[in-house]
């Protein structure tokens, strides 16, 4: 026994696959095509597609949006916020967002490197190169691959100086995320929604349908590099003796012609700590550790003259200072709560009982009072 299917009219097909320049696309940017709205870069950052086809010259196709993401992990300088008009038409702060500049500190520094397209091996200055794991394999059903694609980054960073390539970067380690299979999965015509003989049952299947890919790269500085020393090598105390230590500056001779001795600080006149009365001589040295402690906890009745809301030292400093006010570069200045609630950041002016009771374990010498 044998059948067959008669079929009236065009047979029903789906749609064609994608070519990898319409694949890219869709990666690039998944969303309706609608226009940007970013307005901080004056010049926003544009991703550029260059492929061959059919043997002729490379084509060259522009996209909104940068193709690769640069995140910042670990490393950041805290820089104040200030309005750029140069560089932001609305006169905001400075965008640090796409196309930001970093400020960073070299001894910590660690970033990530994103791309829209999975990633099987990236190489950092040629020299330092990753491989994703045997069974992250990339395809793609969109069109309709079902053997594996090859997709390399290449990371070359260079110095702003002088355009040398830096290398001998401290770690480079895969970035991997679970991407959709409708996207990167092998291409298998009975999980194709558009084939009319598809299998409804895998199509219905409850399984998640991601698969862990490679995404990205996260780069660690290298490790610090010594400077070289302007001192120069003494070998030997006659050397360091020989050496030229007297005044240098506008004179041709590099060791001096002659000494730059600092003058002679005037001797101190004001605050000074109060002489030991008749009866502090009397006494013994415990005694006037006792004394001191004892004069010191009696200050607790003049406590508005520190902490006066608005003639007290600490009220004059707060003031003078900012010291009011948040200094986190991350969150707006804050004024303190009203309701007396002391915050972390706040100075306090309390007696410092701890150090009143232990004045011979934190002093060298006897603490004395001074007339201010």
Known sequence: MFSFDVEFGASPQGPPPMTLPEFWGMLHKPGPNVESRNTNDENPPESLLSYIKGGQPAVQQRNEGAAFVFSLEDGNFPMPHRKDTSTNPNGGSTSTGAGSKWFVKGGSLRFRINSDFAISKATVQDTTAVTAPADAVIYSRPM???SPIMSELT?????VIDSSVQGSWRSVVADMKLMPQAA????DPKLDPSNPKADSTALLSGDPGLVNLMMGVIITTPLPILAES???L???ATNMMLAGIKDFRGNVCPTGTDWLLPAWEPAQSKYLPAPLTDAEKSETNQERWDAMRTTWSALE?????????????????????????????????QQPPSNGTQQPWQLIGKLPTKLI???EVRYLDLPRTAVV
């Open 301 to 333: 009745s003049k406590q508005n003259l520190l902490n006066g809301e608005t003639d007290g030292l600490l009220a004059k400093c707060n003031d003078i200072f900012g010291w009011q006010k948040t200094q986190l570069q991350t969150e707006p200045p």
């Open 144 to 146: 309709h691959v079902d």
């Open 357 to 359: 009771n232990s004045l």
């Open 230 to 232: 302007k001192i120069g």
């Open 234 to 236: 003494i070998q030997n």
């Open 184 to 187: 990167f999965g092998k291409y």
């Open 155 to 159: 990371v070359t960073v260079r110095r």
